[in-house]
């Protein structure tokens, strides 16, 4: 069972005791190297399905993510949530328990099945909440997604309304985020993320990129194009980001109840984002410059025939492109399942769907800065 530092050490006795459901996710695996590079927790358990070992980690994760700090688990059965929480007692004989427990566990994966997303994103967030707030945890942030909102152009605000999710995963969040409200004594803080990119990532920002790279080796060459529009908001947050910001609202979740200004029974929910107003052309302009290929958007009849008959357009898509990124990875001498990146779309994220946060409010009250925004700059 993983514990990476001596809470018996006097230099660790004030740091807070860190649990991290899902911690070799593509999030969990950057927010443990953020705690551990600057040696900000006593303890530091990570707690995956699956083994160290084989999720292909970074050589600057390896130490975070060793078995030193992990344990293998099922977190969203109840019978494995004693082996997840218990710790070792203190010197003296008391009783010890997390301080912060993040959950950046759940299915990440689009376009599955309702039950999917029922058993392994909403079940295992009520089941680990249930656990932190019977033993006291004094702060549990629960990663969930600002696809909960209604599409709009407009940035929008954690009030604002979720009536209509973008995706069922958004909606299956959304229900997590509701049951862990009711749930008596939890010190419970929601984030709700944009789109993460950054080293390493997969899925909507990797797609891209192999779709790129598959256009790139055409001859003739032909222009990659979206569909909707250059103004269709894609909004994004650095992965380093995220995880600097998940630690601010634990720490600022262990010393507070409310929002300022909030009413008393107001839920605690923080839209966390970048400035950079990701848009598709946004995308479309970095693509072209990366890739040296041209890029562009389809005609109106296209688009209307799109949302008419997504479902046919995306099998279009991923026939057209599949066959060649495979011979791309041959080429490249790459064996076996070809790695994480993959021009495969998915239908969800191909909707014409604006993703628009607005990210005042953790500013304000937690003190959030974003350093990354996608146009390749950094800000302070």
Same mark, same amino acid.
Request: contains cysteine; proline residues 5%; hydrophobic residues 40%.
């Given at each position: ?225 979206? %569909?909707?529009?250059?103004?269709? +908001?894609? $909004?994004?947050? !650095? &992965?380093? #980001? ?5 630690? @601010? ?51 109106? %009849?296209?688009?209307?025939?799109? +949302?008419? $008959?997504?479902? !046919? &357009?995306? #099998? ?5 492109? @599949? ?58």
């Amino acid at each position: 069972m993983g514990d990476s530092t001596d809470p018996a050490n006097p230099a660790n006795a004030a740091k807070p005791a860190v649990l991290i459901i899902g911690g070799l996710g593509y999030i969990g695996r950057f927010l443990a190297h953020h705690i551990h590079s600057q040696n900000l927790a006593s303890t530091l358990r990570l707690v995956d399905k699956q083994l160290p070992q084989l999720a292909s980690l970074a050589p600057e994760h390896q130490a975070a993510c060793s078995l030193s700090n992990f344990l293998q688990a099922d977190a969203s059965r109840e019978a494995s949530q004693a082996r997840i929480f218990d710790l070792p007692p203190h010197p003296d004989g008391r009783k010890r328990e997390f301080d912060y427990v993040f959950n950046c566990g759940g299915e990440t994966r689009f376009s599955q099945e309702d039950e999917v997303y029922k058993v392994r994103s909403y079940g295992l967030s009520l089941t680990v909440g249930k656990e932190a707030a019977r033993r006291g945890v004094r702060a549990f942030v629960e990663v969930s997604t600002g696809h909960v909102y209604n599409p709009s152009r407009t940035p929008q605000k954690e009030g604002d309304k979720t009536s209509k999710p973008h995706t069922k995963q958004a909606k299956w969040k959304l229900a997590a985020e509701d049951g862990l409200a009711k749930i008596p004594g939890l010190k419970l803080c929601v984030l709700r993320l944009p789109l993460v990119y950054g080293p390493y990532a997969g899925r909507w920002l990797g797609t891209l990129l192999a779709l790129a790279r598959v256009y790139q080796s055409r001859e003739p060459k032909e222009t990659m194009k979206w %569909l909707w529009g250059s103004e269709l +908001r894609t $909004n994004t947050l !650095h &992965v380093e #980001d995220a995880a600097v910001g998940m630690w @601010l609202a634990a720490e600022w979740r262990a010393r507070n109840d409310r929002i300022p200004g909030a009413p008393p029974n107001e839920r605690i929910v923080f839209n966390v984002v970048d400035k950079g107003a990701t848009s598709q052309g946004t995308m479309a302009g970095i693509i072209r410059q990366i890739f040296g290929i041209e890029t562009g958007f389809q005609n109106t %009849l296209v688009n209307t025939f799109a +949302r008419l $008959n997504l479902e !046919h &357009v995306v #099998d279009e898509v991923n026939d057209d492109t @599949l066959d060649d990124w495979a011979d791309l990875q041959e080429e490249a001498g790459i064996k076996g399942n070809g790695g994480p990146l993959s021009p495969f779309m998915e239908r969800e994220l191909l909707r014409d769907a604006d993703l628009s946060l607005d990210g005042g409010r953790f500013e304000s009250v937690v003190g959030f800065r974003w350093v990354f925004f996608l146009h390749g700059e950094a800000k302070r």
